[in-house]
T-cell receptor
Framework: DTEVTQTPKHLVMGMTNKKSLKCEQHMGHRAMYWYKQKAKKPPELMFVYSYEKLSINESVPSRFSPECPNSSLLNLHLHALQPEDSALYLC???????????FGSGTRLTVV | DQQVKQNSPSLSVQEGRISILNCDYTNSMFDYFLWYKKYPAEGPTFLISISSIKDKNEDGRFTVFLNKSAKHLSLHIVPSQPGDSAVYFCAASAVDSNYQLIWGAGTKLIIKP
């Protein structure tokens, strides 16, 4: 298995809803990442997990809450989002260190 | 199945020489290609792009070449400088996928003094 799988592919949620994005990889990668990407812009780094521990939080608002239950899974819990949070949320993984990335296909999130 | 492939995980080049980073793709519907540069603990930043109607685009020290028949593109950096040490991503998009970017795995470029 050489993929990063993200679910759901599309999500529409209201501003009072609570939802979660899921990311899974079975390549034994020890680093996992959440990125936010707006249309035609490069991805913005949100969080980095290294060996299941949060190593980087790029000043992301607390309405986004990451979780790494084990070495294969990465979740992003969403609560009280704003319409401007609508974007493509990309998960990626790498063996360790800053190379050999595999990106998931993303979850397209719309906040209404 | 990886639609965008960067087969070299890393590349080491002497300062002042030319760096050549390669990228191959499989989807003939891709019509726009981009190169991004990424420093550690940061998100990728846009470097240079090329439309499928061109075969070359140049911006300062950076030139991207596109060979559509071979489904291959390359990024040339000349002369290479220490600040060019970073991870370089190739990405591609197609108009019929609403320009969603498909990313390669990245190549780590190391410029040696």
């Amino acid at each position: 298995d050489t993929e990063v799988t993200q679910t759901p592919k599309h999500l529409v949620m209201g501003m009072t809803n609570k939802k979660s994005l899921k990311c899974e990889q079975h390549m034994g990668h020890r680093a996992m990442y959440w990125y936010k990407q707006k249309a035609k812009k490069p991805p913005e780094l949100m969080f980095v997990y290294s060996y299941e521990k949060l190593s980087i939080n790029e000043s992301v608002p607390s309405r986004f809450s990451p979780e790494c239950p084990n070495s294969s899974l990465l979740n992003l819990h969403l609560h009280a989002l704003q319409p401007e949070d609508s974007a493509l949320y990309l998960c990626a993984s790498s063996p360790q260190g800053d190379y050999g990335y595999t990106f998931g296909s993303g979850t397209r999130l719309t906040v209404v | 199945d990886q639609q965008v492939k960067q087969n070299s995980p890393s590349l080491s080049v002497q300062e002042g020489r030319i760096s050549i980073l390669n990228c191959d793709y499989t989807n003939s519907m891709f019509d726009y290609f981009l190169w991004y540069k990424k420093y550690p603990a940061e998100g990728p930043t846009f470097l240079i792009s090329i439309s499928s109607i061109k075969d070359k685009n140049e911006d300062g020290r950076f030139t991207v070449f596109l060979n559509k028949s071979a489904k291959h593109l390359s990024l040339h950096i000349v002369p290479s400088q220490p600040g060019d040490s970073a991870v370089y991503f190739c990405a591609a998009s197609a108009v019929d996928s609403n320009y969603q970017l498909i990313w390669g795995a990245g190549t780590k470029l190391i410029i040696k003094p």
